[in-house]
């Protein structure tokens, strides 16, 4: 029984920070969800045309300190273009899934609902697409850059951004721009 009532204790303990209330741009751990268009480039844009994505976030930051770090996973689809349909005899899509680490670095802005940031990081990009002939799906690693700002107004907190990513597929380079609006909790 004593062991139980610890755990419980411990477990209110380390849940307590996100159960407080706190000033939007000082809570330690925020979880995000977001979605927009993906634009397709280089080689990727000539196969397919601008897609859709779903973003999820898990982010960790300071209140007094610019420098914060995000997990993000997120799923990007695009259609084959009409050059590629031809070309392959049918229709279908290609995919990027990914599991990111990034740093992220905010802007200075004081009594500003905006909040502009930096991001950037590594991770595993899985490529797929639907069609059975010379799709094989691959997972490799690949990096990310971009800008974005965090919102806070009529008592949401959103974020907008946007981020090149570039991993391989096949020996030939995939990367692509999502344009991304969510909300963070």
């Known amino acids: 029984m004593p062991r139980s009532i610890l ?17 939007p741009a000082q809570r330690p751990v925020s979880i995000g969800v977001g979605g927009g268009a993906s634009l397709p480039q280089g080689t990727l844009g000539d196969a397919t045309n601008t897609g859709w994505h779903a973003l999820a976030v ?4 300071a209140t007094m300190q610019p420098l914060g770090l995000r997990l993000d996973l997120a799923h990007n689809q695009f259609a084959l273009s ?3 349909r031809v070309a392959l005899g049918g229709s ?16 200075p802005m004081t009594d ?14 899985r490529s797929d697409c639907s ?25 949401l907190r959103s974020f ?17 721009v999502p344009l991304t609006v969510g909300l963070t909790f």
Request: glycine share 12%.
């Open 7 to 23: 755990v419980t204790a411990c477990a209110a303990l380390l849940l307590l920070p996100l159960a407080a209330p706190a000033l």
């Open 58 to 61: 898990i982010a960790l930051g």
């Open 82 to 84: 009409d050059r590629a």
């Open 92 to 107: 279908g899509h290609e995919s990027v899934t990914s599991a990111t680490l990034n740093a992220t670095y905010r802007l």
């Open 112 to 125: 500003s609902p905006m909040s502009p940031y930096l991001v950037s990081g590594l991770g595993a990009y």
């Open 131 to 155: 069609l059975d002939v010379g799709c094989d799906a691959t997972t490799r690693y690949g990096w990310n850059v971009g800008l974005g700002a965090k919102l806070v107004g009529f008592g």
């Open 160 to 176: 907008v951004e946007a981020r090149y990513h570039r991993t391989s597929r096949g020996g030939s380079a995939v990367h692509y």
